[in-house]
């Protein structure tokens, strides 16, 4: 009876010592955690440099302060806060707001203050041993050579919990990229950690490196990033913009690189980075700062296209057989059918496509429009006449993203069969109650993104490849995908006719400001109504004509006419990229664009302060 | 000159020829084993190990060379000095720690160490011996009953707490705890079950009552309501299989079964009654119908289940009073052992750590001197009394188990030579050996493992110190010298 007590005894307590050394995992990590002081080798975030090498974005050294609360004994407080620069108020109020946090431990590491300066580090460093339980981890902060862009590249922020349970790479504390380029690249410019693992005794003393250092791990450093970006050319449209609402969108139609790509108002990237990131990111957001800098309109911005549509539609004209290069349509100062009128402006009658581009002709496109729609004998119905014009858009890149490496890209809108069934009801409506988008007014919404991308489309007379921002990534291939050709289902004769139609609406239609002497431009006005003022103002344009190196959509909310302000701002950055410089006899038109503001009282500092 | 040539016919000339080598080997095993994981618990990662080593292995070697020349004395000597002299030997230990208790320098905070020299002993770990042999004296006696002799039973506790109340003068409660093992003995040698009973029910009592204080059922806390329904079953159980009155038990569990119903039904309708006083009343209730039918039917068995049922009770309301007189460093051991109090900073650290290091070997460990809780010393006493936590950060459930597997078969070994003893003495001496190993193994290995609370007493021939391992090796070879006499022994 005895030797079964014991046998019972030995028996609970090997059950027990099974469920302790075999069953359970969690005494594995608390030894971790006890024994091994993991210390986080932070590997340097990529570099971007622009399409002619130059340096855009770096980093630079920044401190943060570590701390092992159990670690922390016999700590001269006020003797720390000096070192630091805080007072005891900021130290106790720290250490409270570290023991709310979710991931507070007294066995791990504590971030107890970022981004030392380099002042403060190095008195920081020098006493060190004298403050057990606190230690530096250097971390990498973004600098900025340029202070332009930053819809473009984006910004680095502190990890939040959605991103640890996302992703296992991210632990309390580290960045990530937020917005832009910063955000779409990160797999590649975050890089490795590394990880070096010291023994740690329990009184807090480090006892050297586990197994001297054989399962450390050395970080390995982010991939550079190439942006498409001629920086350069990004900061004069944002100059071009200032005062102005609106966006510059610049692609190099050959390869779908975005030479720039301006959203106005900006802001300051350096305004994102370091300890005032927070508070400078809440003024930036706030529903008080009226400019919404953090709205990129050249990528999320939904405008009417207004006339930068036309090219478009002719191209959707021809191809479908509903008119072919002679046919004419007729405009009395507008479109009058079936009690309705679509005013246009004085030029010859009747006048086929290519004048019809030239001269921005409403009638002839709500002709074409409406022999097309309202072609049952081709179609069918009205609504699959509809179906067939809005599949061509969406091939031509408008209606959906494009699928730029740019995150939050807006879709802008064209509407299909559907939705105007249901808003009319079935069979209810037909070309004439929608005529308006024929024009690119009504229903269809655009990104200024879309519309420099149509411009490439014809640029390349009948294919593009989906805008992108970066031109090459450091030692690895560009993603999947990004760089495929995208071919409309368009006959390239047709494009042809489209660009000469464009090219006499800048030698002798809409466009004049652009045509420049020694680089022949084509482009497409637009003036687009809207709801909420004045109308504004749009221009698409490429060039050179026969080997077109730029494509180039500007658009100035409430600029009025498309001659305004959209023909100057695209020539000016035309001109600027292929020059390099603007001619003195343009001059003038640079400095009335640079002093330009359509913002009325509301005139923004355009330097930011340093 | 008779005496003489009794002697030498009597006296085994070799000790050896019946020496039980199982053990022997089985000791030799835990001895070194022992050594090894004190070098790797000493072990630093840092250069100093080789004085390390020097400090605690090495000496522990010499410790059990000197243990073994002990032990051979131990077999050459005559086997009846010992029962012989086990009144002396026991009284000359009673009176070395009374002294040691003002001669012993203060050593964190007890006195219970003589520095002979370099080296420094624990008296009390001696005189377990001494104890085991002075009640294996007493029961040997001419026509000694422990059962139904009061008079026998204080004598057989007053040798046991003689040396416990010295050695708690010494402040080395830990130790004086190992003693309560010999009470086991009692039992063995036909001390009432009742008594063994009584103080398991009072631990389970006392377990509930101070575990169990918040939640509230019936208005009041589970471990009140757990023990009364305890109570309630345990009087039913005792009144049919302890008084054999299948009546009484049915009439009990009718009653109680009944007051339960009652009162949770009125409280589920809203009437708030203080069920607690309720609950007791009923309880006393039954003891005075208990003692009522007992004496109808001459039935004294049921006045001890009435005394239970009512002592039960009355038990679990002084377990608080009794709890707050505790020193609050023996509140926190008994309350985090009962996972109340998780405390990773305060008393449970040793435990926590403890566990975490045993934890995290695994099922083969880390590997001989790779244990990085215990070398860089998050354990406690890792050397001493938590040696067990090295051996299993470093060997896994692989070396744990050997271990427990080891001091199994030591024991279960000691039992059937225990069985096999043709006198008293030896027999009582082998089942106070058995016990004390018994508790040993199950507190110390039951404390670091986090099953029993910190009780500061040494795992035998695995923890480092020349007092322990002496005392376990003199209790253990006076056992095999015995043993090997005892085909001499005229039944």
Redesign the interface.
Request: a positive charge.
């Given at each position: 009876m005895?030797?079964g007590?014991?046998?019972l005894?030995?028996v609970?307590?090997?059950i027990?010592?099974?469920t302790?050394?075999?069953a359970?995992d969690?005494?594995?990590v608390?030894?971790?955690n006890?024994?091994?002081l993991r210390k986080v080798q932070y590997p340097s975030r990529g570099l971007m440099y622009d399409r002619n090498g130059e340096l855009v974005v770096y980093n630079q050294p920044a401190y943060d302060v570590m701390m092992i609360p159990?670690d922390m004994k016999g700590v001269d407080t006020l003797d720390f806060c000096r070192t630091v620069g805080i007072t005891r108020e900021q130290f106790d109020q720290r250490i409270d707001e570290m023991k709310k946090s979710p991931g507070y431990s007294?066995y791990t590491p504590q971030r107890f203050m970022t981004h030392l300066t380099a002042r403060d580090y190095g008195r920081l460093q020098e006493k060190l041993y004298r403050y057990p339980g606190f230690y530096t981890q250097k971390r990498i902060l973004r600098q900025y050579n340029y202070k332009a862009a930053a819809n473009v590249l984006g910004n680095v922020r502190e990890v939040n919990q959605d991103d640890i349970d996302r992703d296992e790479y991210y632990k309390p504390g580290d960045y990530t990229g937020d917005l832009g380029v910063e955000k779409s690249y990160e797999r590649y410019l975050r890089g490795d950690k590394g990880v070096e693992i010291l023994?740690?005794?329990?009184?807090g003393r480090i006892?050297?490196r586990?197994e001297e250092g054989a399962l450390d791990m050395p970080p390995h450093s982010g991939r550079n990033l190439t942006l498409s970006l001629d920086i350069k050319l990004q900061q004069y449209a944002e100059s071009l913009m200032v005062n102005k609402i609106g966006a510059v969108v610049a692609i190099e139609p050959k390869t779908g690189e975005i030479l720039c790509m301006v959203s106005s108002p900006t802001y300051d990237p350096t305004l994102l980075v370091g300890r005032e990131r927070g508070k400078n990111y809440r003024m930036l957001v706030s529903n008080d700062n009226a400019d919404h800098p953090l709205f990129d309109r050249a990528l999320m911005g939904a405008y009417p296209p207004g006339s930068t549509f036309k090219p478009g539609q002719a191209l959707i004209l021809l191809q479908e057989g509903i008119i072919d290069l002679n046919t004419a349509y007729p405009c009395y100062h507008g479109y009058i059918n079936g009690g309705l009128k679509v005013g246009c402006h004085g030029h010859g009658s009747p006048i086929p496509v290519k004048p019809a581009l030239q001269t921005s002709c409403n009638a002839f496109f709500c002709w074409g429009f409406k022999n097309m729609v309202d072609r049952r004998s081709k179609y069918g119905s009205s609504a699959n006449a509809f179906e067939v014009w809005k599949n061509h858009l969406v091939q031509l890149g408008y209606g959906y993203k494009l699928g730029v490496d740019i995150p939050n890209e807006g879709r802008g809108f064209i509407p299909n069969a559907k939705f105007y069934d249901k808003f009319y009801g079935e069979g209810h409506w037909s070309a004439n109650t929608i005529i308006s988008v024929s024009i690119g007014q009504g229903e269809v919404l655009a990104t200024p993104l879309q519309m420099a991308n149509l411009c490439a489309t014809i640029a390349n007379r009948g294919h593009f490849i989906t805008p992108h921002a970066v031109k090459a990534i450091q030692d690895t291939v560009m993603p999947e995908g990004l760089l495929d050709v995208r071919t409309p289902d368009i006959d390239r004769k047709w494009f042809e006719a489209v660009a000469e139609g464009m090219r006499m609406a800048v030698t002798g239609g809409t466009c004049r400001t652009a045509n420049l002497p020694d680089i022949m431009v084509a482009g497409k006005t637009g003036t687009a109504q809207n709801p909420h003022g004045k109308d504004h103002s749009a221009f698409i344009g490429f060039a050179p004509y026969d080997n077109p190196q730029i494509a180039v959509a500007v658009y100035v909310e409430n600029g009025g006419f498309g001659a305004t302000y959209g023909v100057p701002i695209g020539s000016l950055v035309i001109e600027k990229y292929m020059n390099g410089e603007i001619s003195p006899a343009r001059k003038y038109i640079e400095t009335n664009m640079l002093n330009a503001n359509t913002r009325g009282n509301r005139v923004i500092k355009s330097k930011p302060k340093d | 000159m008779s005496l003489n040539q009794n002697r030498r016919t009597n006296a085994d000339p070799s000790a050896f020829r019946s020496l039980d080598w199982l053990t022997v080997a089985l000791y030799l095993i835990m001895v070194v084993l022992g050594a090894i994981s004190i070098y790797a618990a000493s072990y630093d990662f840092d250069h100093a190990s080789i004085f390390s080593f020097a400090e605690f292995s090495g000496k522990q070697f010499r410790w059990i060379g000197l243990g073994l020349v002990i032990a051979l004395v131990i077999l050459l000597s005559d086997y009846r000095i010992y029962e012989t002299y086990a009144y002396p030997f026991y009284v000359f230990m009673l009176v070395l720690l009374a002294v040691t208790i003002f001669i012993a320098p203060d050593t964190k905070g007890s006195h219970s160490w003589l520095k002979f020299g370099p080296m420094s002993l624990q008296p009390a770990e001696f005189a377990k011996c001494a104890t085991a042999l002075a009640l294996a004296k007493l029961f040997s006696g001419y026509n000694f009953r422990l059962a139904g002799s009061w008079h026998n039973l204080f004598k057989a506790v007053g040798i046991i707490l003689a040396p416990v109340v010295l050695i708690i003068l010494q402040k080395e409660t830990g130790s004086a705890l190992a003693y309560m093992a010999l009470f086991f003995v009692l039992y063995r040698e036909g001390m009432s079950g009742l008594i063994m009973l009584a103080a398991l029910v009072a631990v389970v009592i006392f377990v509930v009552a101070v575990k169990y204080t918040d939640p509230m059922i019936l208005d009041m806390t589970k471990g009140q309501f757990i023990v009364i329904v305890l109570t309630m079953l345990t009087a039913s159980a005792m009144s049919g299989i302890y008084a054999r009155s299948l009546e009484v038990m049915r009439n009990l569990t009718l009653g109680f079964g009944v007051s339960i119903g009652l009162a949770f039904l009125c409280n589920s309708l809203g009437l708030h009654l203080p069920w607690l006083w309720f609950f007791i009343a009923v309880i006393v209730l039954a003891g005075v119908y208990m003692v009522l039918t007992g004496l109808r039917n001459h039935l004294g068995r049921l006045y001890a289940c009435a005394v239970f049922a009512v002592g039960a009770v009355a038990f679990s309301f002084s377990v608080n009073m009794l709890f707050d007189h505790l020193a609050p460093h023996q509140q926190n051991r008994i309350l985090v052992s009962l996972g109340i109090k998780a405390d990773p900073r305060g008393a449970g650290y040793n435990v926590n750590q403890s566990m975490i290091a045993i934890g995290s070997g695994g099922v083969t460990g880390k590997g001989f001197l790779n244990g990085t809780q215990t070398k860089l010393k998050y354990v406690p006493e890792q050397h001493t009394d938590f040696i067990f936590c090295t051996i299993g950060e470093e060997e896994g459930f692989v070396g744990t188990t050997a271990v427990i597997v080891l001091f199994l078969a030591l024991i279960l070994r000691i039992l059937t030579i225990a069985e096999r003893q043709p006198s008293t003495f030896s027999r009582v001496y082998a089942y106070s050996v058995a016990s004390i190993f018994i508790f040993h193994l199950c507190i110390n290995v039951g404390m670091v493992i986090g099953l029993c609370p910190v009780i500061g007493i040494p795992l035998p021939f695995f923890s480092y110190g020349g007092s322990s391992l002496w005392g376990f090796t003199i209790l253990l070879f006076v056992l095999l010298r015995l043993d090997s006499a005892r085909k001499l022994i005229r039944r």
């Open positions: 005895v030797g007590f014991v046998v005894i030995a609970i307590y090997i027990r010592l099974f302790l050394q075999v359970e969690k005494y594995k608390f030894a971790e006890n024994a091994f159990r007294v023994m740690r005794d329990a009184y006892q050297g586990f | -």
